[in-house]
């Protein structure tokens, strides 16, 4: 099924995430709906808040940027993961910038700086523990959507001058004023 996704200005995508348990309700259906969501709105990642759950949870499938003959992006391909309760360990490298956009935030795209590469720790879907290394654009899909669980956007990464460049705009996707091809909840 898929779920609404919730827009900029909803409370819950600024609330940190809380971990759950493998007898979350349900579990399994949110994810494969998740899935389905960001598959429909033709995204990379969606993390649990988007969908008004505030929970310690996203999903990320990056096959999106594949590029045929390019190494990194052929990395891509088969990365189609879910991560729950997630833990940063370690963010290293220098910095750089990539153009990125948000479900919630539609028709807003911003070069944000981060690093290349970061260390996890997560379950998977079947609450089997992880620790993993990733890196290039795997890494910052996965940092973006890292991100939502900690009630971050990735707005907040940019100057405060850019933020007030864009209040507008926000203000507009705020009150449903936007135009999208998928599902959206707006706030109040």
Not at 109 to 114: C, K, S
């Amino acid at each position: 099924m898929i779920l609404p996704i919730v827009a900029y200005g909803d409370p819950v995508l600024k609330r940190k995430g809380e971990n759950i348990s493998a007898d979350y309700p349900e579990l399994k259906k949110l994810i494969e709906n998740m899935f389905e969501t960001m598959y429909a709105a033709r995204g990379v990642g969606l993390a649990a808040p988007q969908v008004g759950k505030s929970i310690r949870m996203f999903i990320v499938d990056a096959s999106a940027f594949v590029e045929e003959g390019d190494e990194e992006y052929e990395a891509l391909k088969d990365f189609k993961r879910t991560f729950i309760n997630p833990e940063i360990l370690d963010e290293v490298g220098e910095e750089w910038g990539f153009e990125e956009g948000c479900l919630s935030i539609p028709d807003i795209r911003e070069d944000v700086l981060r690093q290349p590469d970061v260390t996890m720790r997560f379950v998977d879907e079947n609450f089997v523990e992880h620790t993993e290394t990733f890196t290039g654009l795997a890494a910052r899909v996965i940092q973006h959507e890292y991100d939502h669980i900690e009630g971050v956007l990735f707005i907040d990464h940019l100057s405060p001058l850019r933020r007030r460049m864009l209040k507008g705009r926000l203000t507009s996707i705020s009150k449903g004023k936007i135009s999208v091809d998928y599902r959206m909840k707006f706030p109040g």
